[in-house]
């Protein structure tokens, strides 16, 4: 196990409400990134933080936000959940930003109906 | 911008038999990280191997090896002697050496060994 933590581990949601996962990161790493993993496909890159301020964006809709706290910890908000958000949403920690690993959670599975 | 490919979508195997995995990798950057993990029905993406672009030296850890050739920009994996615990989804993934580290993953190839 990495030491990397998410809750809640599935959700049921209904389109157009909010939603907030979480996310704990292994010890001594500072960096965390989410993904959004669709059924059949590879992870997604949504947004990356790095001491507390977002340090890089994919290709999602600004109701895709986040926050990082100064233990490290992160949070994943969406708001007006749309059928296609359902997915599983990955958190991984690293100790850095470049040249680093990035160790995985077990993931928060969402379903929007 | 940079695309991870891998070819094979599902690939069936009897136990014990030798299985390999190919990822096929694009970008123009010359200082890149290329990983491997795994993905079993749990969800979680286990991380097997890192690579840097300048180290084409082929690893051999247990029964898994990789075969990184920069002259066609592959990383392949391969699994000898099979097991049913290595069925999963295993994913090829790209990183580069520049702004931040996201990785861009292939989409995935599903390995179902069989007993």
């Given amino acids: 196990e990495t030491g990397v933590t998410q809750s809640p581990t599935h959700l049921i949601k209904t389109r157009g ?30 947004f990356q933080y790095y001491r507390e301020e977002e340090n890089g964006r994919g ?11 100064p233990n490290y ?11 296609d958000d359902s997915a599983l949403y990955l958190c991984a920690s690293s100790r850095g930003l470049l040249q680093e690993t990035q160790y995985f959670g077990p ?3 969402l379903l929007v109906l | 911008a940079q695309k991870v490919t891998q070819a094979q979508t599902e690939i069936s195997v009897v136990e ?43 690893e051999i850890s247990g029964r898994y090896s990789w075969n990184f050739q920069k002259s066609t920009s592959s990383f392949n994996f391969t699994i000898t002697a099979s097991q049913v615990v290595d069925s999963a989804v295993y994913f090829c993934a790209l990183s580069l050496n520049s702004g931040y580290s996201t990785l861009t993953f292939g989409k995935g190839t599903m390995l179902l060994v069989s007993p």
């Fill in chain 2, 16 to 58: 014990k038999e030798d299985v390999t995995l190919d990822c096929v990798y694009e970008t123009r950057d010359t200082t890149y990280y290329l990983f491997w993990y795994k993905q079993p029905p749990s969800g979680e993406l286990v991380f097997l191997i890192r690579r840097n672009s300048f180290d084409e030296q082929n």
């Fill in chain 1, 17 to 46: 409400q909010q939603v907030t996962l979480r996310c704990s990161s292994q010890s001594g790493h500072n960096t965390v990134s989410w993904y959004q993993q669709a059924l059949g496909q590879g992870p997604q890159f949504i």
């Fill in chain 1, 107 to 109: 993931g928060t599975r």
């Fill in chain 1, 73 to 83: 910890s992160s949070e994943l908000n969406v708001n007006a959940l749309e059928l």
């Fill in chain 1, 59 to 69: 290709n999602f809709p600004p109701r895709f936000s986040g926050l990082q706290f």
